[in-house]
């Protein structure tokens, strides 16, 4: 069993829960009925996609969590408790299928709805026996026994016992108080503005006005007739010409414009489209959602970035932010049901059943479903590269069974293709060893005379000074590399109205630093764009000029490869990095190996 992941020394949480006794009200306390904010709360639920989403922030993380009975040592540690009354009667509070995950989302949803709930237990000591949690005016109270009602009101047939649990108003501890409390104004406003942009949306005047001269529709064959638009041929084949054109968009008529015929002086002045739609002002309420969005996912108590998103998070801070939501949103509710579960059922039970150190006894939790991800992938290929995984553990973590473990056979024929070594499966197999290029005469004299002297009047020698112009054209051909990835993503957003918009904040910046500067949002829409791709081609003229300074192609070919590789991998860091480890080193390698060449060669 995991170890408790949180200190009860340190609780910020106080539980509020009491078990419903009697009366015929829902609830005892003063607190008699729902509160009218409660109501508008649970309508919102209903009539607001952002809002269901967000209520749906501490469900999802607390279905998660598992729960367990522990004692509370002296030092403040909890022991977990394997057997017993405390694991009995913990267990019975489980959902209708078994496990609590149904009853522990729809806590933390009401939570952050209305601020309270009940935990009702029906048919209890039966094979029927069922717990749920469920809204207050769901249950009602007769003679200390608790019933489920329907919406009419009426009685279900199912009673058992109820507790109340609620989190507590500051102005009164028996008052309940939700996240979605203090925004239920602004949930108002954004019903109200997103009903402006459907009566935006849906009417016709966005269509403008004709406004035609009277003398330009020919008079009625009944002159008694003429103040009827009905009876007036014009106007009934216009409509109709406009009409059949809304009705049959795709067909070749509805784009033939309607022939008016008139005296000059009346087509002229006489007939005009009087635009009424200005798309400048008429949707300026799709911003205002925008902002009253923005405004709720501030004043929920949750992280903003829950509701609108990362997009301002890259890929290496967006695990971190899913991490800290948790800790510090998601952790208090488990405290809080964990709080409420000892305070109101568990303690009370196991006193009444005589239980020895009753009051020691408290509900803890595991959350380690919640905080570590399913997928153990990337931990395992982290752990495997560092060497501090067994091979039976690696493939427990990526779900591969172990009778799929490769044979002795198998492993060998692995190591010899990735060592390209093939005397690893027949030591017959092993390459004859052969002489490679002698080393001609160094240019730098005999080493052990020292260092040659430089001539000329120069502080360095002739050597010197080539690697140091090498590796400061290196320099350069990462910038070059960095720069040809920018201008690729620029281009690549020109495709997306989306993305160019976005791209279009990054205007101002120098190409070498435009992917750092981009969202993963934003390179995700881009498409799957490799950075070995983006920089390819990135260090060509660095390849000429070491071929110019008599470098061979093969040294060249591979100076060049490693400029690419380590410029792909730091492609997105926000500032240049140095050249590679050891590339000074390797230059100086590429220049002996080609001198040996060229002497072997003559």
Known sequence: MSLPTRHPQRRAVTASAAKLRGGNESTNGPITASLHWQHRALDYYDRIGELRYASHFYARQLSSVRYYPATLEDDGTATPIDSGAPVDLLNRIQDPGGGRTRLQFDYGRLMFVTGEGVLFGSNLDTEAERWRFLWREEIKM???????????????????????????????????????????????????????????????????????????????????????????????????????????????????????????????????????????????????????????????????????????????????????????????????????????????????????????????????????????????????DRGMISDEGYRELMGISEDMAPSPDELDRFLAIKLRDPAIIDPALAPTPSRGPVAGPSDNGNAADGPPAPTGGRTGSRQEARTASIVGAAALAIRQCRARAGARLRTHAKGCAQCAQEMAAHTALPNSVVAAAMTADLLRDLGDHDPLNLVKGGADEFGGLLREMGISDQEAIGLCQRIELYAASTLFEETQPDLPPGFAAQVESAQEVSRALVHQAA
């Not at 409509?239 to 795709?250: E, F, L, R, V, Y």
């Not at 949750?302 to 998070?313: I, K, Q, R, S, Y």
């Open 142 to 384: 007769e003679d200390g026994v608790a019933y489920r009602v329907n919406l009419q009101q009426q009685k279900t047939g199912e009673q058992g016992v109820a507790y109340r649990m609620w989190t507590p108003h500051p102005r009164h501890s028996d008052e309940a108080d939700s996240p979605l409390r203090p925004v239920l104004d602004i949930a108002e406003e954004l019903i109200i503005l997103t009903a402006s942009v459907r009566g935006t949306a849906t009417t016709r005047l966005t269509n403008g006005l004709l406004i035609m001269a009277s003398e330009l529709s020919p008079a009625p064959s009944d002159p008694g007739l003429d103040e009827d638009p009905e009876q007036n041929i014009f106007l009934q084949d216009l409509i109709s010409h406009i009409t059949a054109q809304i009705d049959n968009p795709g067909s070749p008529e509805s784009k033939v414009p309607f022939i008016i015929e008139g005296s000059f002086d009346y087509i002229r002045d006489g007939i005009r489209w009087e635009k009424t739609h200005d798309p400048a002002t008429d949707y300026m309420e799709r911003d205002l959602r925008i902002e009253a969005v923005k405004r709720m996912a501030l004043g929920l108590d949750m992280p903003p970035e829950a509701l609108l998103g990362m997009t301002d998070a890259n890929h290496w801070t967006a695990k971190q932010v899913q991490h800290d939501m948790w800790r510090a949103h998601g952790a208090p509710i488990a405290d809080r049901l964990a709080d409420d579960l000892s305070e109101a059922y568990l303690r009370p039970a196991l006193m009444a059943e005589g239980y020895a150190d009753w009051n020691k006894v408290v509900v803890e939790y595991d959350d380690s479903q919640v905080v570590i991800s399913p997928d153990r992938t990337e931990d395992a290929n982290s752990a495997a």
